[in-house]
């Protein structure tokens, strides 16, 4: 009879046991809701050439949730630690491999993230001329980035397309997503109408790099593809799917012409996105957000290195991080970088080919 008050008590004491752990799990699930997250991207190499400043933002390097509490440090040989970035400036005495590494802490000078990377100093090129066929959209149409890339490299590097100027030609057309270039899009400069875009084939019904280089008897030495910034959204996979649909076919046709791949870059602040308006004075951006496109990129930028990072005779360039997104951007404009924005687009992407571009070709 003593037994029942023992097995009744017990089974209260395991019932309340197990109130109070669905009370704790319950409790931890809201308060993951108001503990900041954080996630990051640094690629496994970084490339500054001698002569050129390439600088790495904390504010696109990571994306937060409240962006405030987070410390970020960086730690290599070479380089300066700043308040908002990690810079560096090429020179001749510092040409070598370094290792780069970023560490993040929280609120409580707890590490929250940790990374490592190989920071190269690179001579600039000096073995021979290559031609660069550039696609994308209107961060790739007519800008100033081609021709300050040609002087840097002190004419070694020239730009082929059926657009633009001799020396600095392209294939870069506003408002084109990835997917574009997978159809028979047509393009429209000015409301004029250039027909459907050169790499489209009709018979095929495909894109298809043996037909562009029939049809418009362009032959270039590197092909680099900068595409992301229209189409942009929460799911980047339809971008990254069109994009390998592009360097597959290149690859059935070039077995080893080197492909870059240049990650878009972010967008300017929430006033340039809320007050950028059309012509006819609509709103160019309605309902978009800064901390959402910011998401947008971090995860196009994670996905793009899954896909392709290791990828022989693929190269990524890390534009997204080191456009200060902040500052230079045109008046107005939360897509369209200004003079300055175009400096940093040049020295960024020369500076990856003087660290990658002969090795590529040599294979």
Not at 58 to 73: C, H, L, P, T
Not at 127 to 139: R, T
Request: proline share 4%; with cysteine.
């Amino acid at each position: 009879m003593k037994q029942k008050p023992f097995r009744v008590l017990t089974a209260v004491f395991s019932l309340l046991l197990l109130a109070m752990l669905v009370w704790n799990i319950s409790l931890q699930r809201e308060l993951k809701q108001y503990k900041p997250q954080i996630e990051a991207y640094l690629p496994k190499d970084i490339y500054v050439a001698v002569g050129s400043t390439i600088e790495l933002y904390n504010d696109q390097v990571a994306w937060a949730g409240i962006r405030e509490g987070y410390s970020f440090n960086w730690d290599c040989p070479v380089g300066e630690n700043l308040q908002d970035r990690f810079s560096v400036t090429g020179k001749e005495e510092q040409v070598g491999d370094y290792p780069l590494t970023l560490t993040i802490y929280d609120y409580n000078v707890n590490e929250a993230l940790a990374f490592t990377s190989t920071l190269h100093v690179v001579e600039q090129l000096t073995e021979s001329e290559y031609s660069i066929m550039n696609m994308g959209d209107s961060l790739s149409n007519g800008r100033e980035w081609y021709r300050t890339i040609y002087h840097l490299s002190d004419g070694q590097i020239t730009f082929t397309g059926t657009r633009g100027w001799e020396r600095y030609s392209h294939e870069g057309r506003s408002g084109f997503t990835a997917e574009d270039y997978l159809k028979p899009t047509e393009y429209f400069s000015e409301g004029v109408s250039e027909g459907v875009h050169p790499f489209y084939d009709p018979v095929q019904d495909m894109f298809d790099w043996n037909y562009y280089k029939l049809f418009t008897g362009k032959d270039p030495d590197v092909i680099q593809i900068f595409l992301g910034t229209n189409g942009l959204r929460d799911d980047p996979s339809e971008t990254v799917d069109a994009i390998g649909q592009m360097v597959k076919n290149i690859r059935r046709h070039d077995k080893k012409i080197p492909i870059y791949l240049v990650n878009t870059i972010y967008w300017g602040d929430q006033e340039k996105i809320g007050t950028m308006v059309r012509q006819d004075g609509t709103a160019f951006l309605p309902g978009e957000f800064k901390s959402r496109s910011d998401k947008r990129i971090m995860d196009l930028m994670k996905a793009m290195d899954k896909r392709f990072g290791n990828m022989d005779g693929v190269t990524l360039i890390p534009l997204a991080l080191m456009h200060n997104s902040r500052d230079n951007f045109r008046e107005g404009d939360a897509l369209h970088p200004g003079e300055e924005g175009d400096q940093q687009f040049a020295e960024v992407m020369y500076s990856v080919y003087c660290g990658t571009l002969n090795e590529q070709l040599r294979h």
